[in-house]
C-alpha cells in the first residue's frame, strides 16, 4: 500500500532556482493539500485542492504555485527560492466522508 | 480563519495520564481532529469529533464542547513510545484543517 508518495525525500538548492515538490496518491482521494512546518510554527497551509481541475489557496501561498491536472498528482512549484522558503514539506489528501487526512513522510527542502 | 491554542510542552511519568487541553475559535466548524507526530515521521491520525462528548479509543480519548471552542486529549497509561507532538486541528466548512502549533509530550521513566 503506498498511499502518498513524495518526492524528493530531502534537496539542498541555491536561492533564485526553481524547484517542484511531487505529490502522488494512490487512494482516489479528490482533496489535496500542501502544508509547511516550521519549528514552533506547527503545520502551515500552503494550497489546496478540493477536486481535479480546481485549486485554492492556504494561509501562506506566496512564493508557491500548484496545478492539480488529475486525481493523483498535486506538485507544488517554488518559482525562485529564498531562504525563508527552508522547511519540511507535507503532502495531504482527505477521505471526503470523515475528513481525515493521510500524509505523506514529506520533503525537507533547505535554500541557501 | 483559525485561531487554535494548546501548550507548547508537557512532561509525565510513564503510567500516569496527561491532559493535552486545545481551546480554538473559528469563522466555520466541521470537526476537530488530533493528531500524533514523531520527531522525524510525518502525521498520524489519532482521533475525530464533529459532535460535543467523550471518544475514547483504547488508551486514547478526546472530548469536544462547540459551544466553549475546547477539546482535550488524554492519554490513559503512559508509554515512552506516546513520547512525541500532539497536534490539534480545526476543520473548517471548505474541508480545510488547520492546525495548531502542537504540544511535545515527554514521557520520562
Known amino acids: 500500500i503506498a498511499g502518498i508518495t513524495q518526492a524528493p525525500t530531502s534537496q539542498i538548492l541555491a536561492a533564485g532556482r526553481r524547484m517542484t515538490l511531487r505529490c502522488t496518491q494512490d487512494m482516489r482521494h479528490n482533496a489535496m493539500y500542501w502544508y509547511r512546518q516550521d519549528l514552533g510554527l506547527g503545520l502551515r497551509l500552503i494550497h489546496y485542492s478540493n477536486t481535479a481541475g480546481t485549486t485554492g489557496k492556504g494561509e501562506v501561498p506566496d512564493g508557491y504555485s500548484v496545478s492539480r491536472a488529475n486525481t493523483d498528482d498535486f506538485p507544488l512549484t517554488l518559482a525562485s527560492a529564498v531562504p525563508s522558503q527552508t522547511s519540511v514539506y507535507f503532502c495531504a489528501s482527505s477521505d471526503g466522508n470523515t475528513g481525515e487526512l493521510f500524509f505523506g513522510e514529506g520533503s525537507r527542502l533547505t535554500v541557501l | 480563519g483559525q485561531n487554535i491554542d494548546q501548550p507548547t510542552e508537557m512532561t509525565a511519568t510513564e503510567g500516569a495520564i496527561v491532559q493535552i487541553n486545545c481551546t480554538y475559535q473559528?469563522?466555520?466548524?466541521?470537526?476537530l481532529f488530533w493528531y500524533q507526530q514523531h520527531a522525524g515521521e510525518a502525521p498520524t491520525f489519532l482521533s475525530y469529533n464533529v459532535l460535543d462528548g467523550l471518544e475514547e479509543k483504547g488508551r486514547f480519548s478526546s472530548f469536544l464542547s462547540r459551544s466553549k471552542g475546547y477539546s482535550y486529549l488524554l492519554l490513559k497509561e503512559l508509554q515512552m513510545k506516546d513520547s512525541a507532538s500532539y497536534l490539534c486541528a480545526v476543520r473548517d466548512g471548505d474541508y480545510k484543517l488547520s492546525f495548531g502549533a502542537g504540544t511535545t509530550v515527554t514521557v520520562r521513566a
Open positions: 473559528t469563522s466555520g466548524f466541521n470537526g
